[in-house]
């Protein structure tokens, strides 16, 4: 299953990024530049696990920023998309104590209730690192 995935806000979105760098050990200006796009969402049955206590009431931990956790965790993105779920809310691995992201499963090659909005923001340089961020 695919899945197409955005930041609530920014500084996730700027953690997540490192976090994926650090995993890989890629220096940061290796990846630059960035488009920084904002998107408008509008989706219905979009699972929502975006707290330790509904990530605990189907079996999951708060998310850390580990391989080792993803098997479980698509484990339970794929048995919700198997059961007609349009995406999945959840805490950020890379900011879990304020961050929040979404997976919207990709059934198609069209994403219907996303839609860009405006022009993406061009980062040549990278930002400092986002405040809570765990790598």
């Known amino acids: ?3 197409f995935y955005l930041a609530a806000d ?3 979105a700027w953690a997540e990024w490192y976090r994926a760098l650090a995993e890989s050990a890629v220096p940061p200006m290796r990846q630059m530049p960035r488009d920084l796009w904002r998107f408008e969402v509008d989706l219905e049955d979009v ?3 975006s707290d330790v ?3 605990e009431a189907v079996g999951l931990p708060r998310p850390v920023p580990s391989r080792r956790q993803w098997p479980r965790f698509q484990a339970v993105g794929e048995a919700l998309a198997a059961n007609g779920w349009t995406g999945i809310l959840y805490p950020s ?4 104590e304020s961050g929040v992201a ?3 499963f990709r059934k198609e090659s069209d994403l219907v209730g996303i839609n860009a909005l405006g022009t993406p923001a061009r980062c040549d340089e990278p930002p400092a690192p986002p405040s809570g961020l765990r790598t």
């Open 10 to 12: 920014e500084q996730t």
């Open 93 to 96: 691995a890379a900011r879990s």
């Open 47 to 49: 699972a929502d696990l």
């Open 53 to 55: 206590g509904k990530l």
């Open 1 to 3: 299953m695919e899945g």
């Open 102 to 104: 979404l997976c919207v």
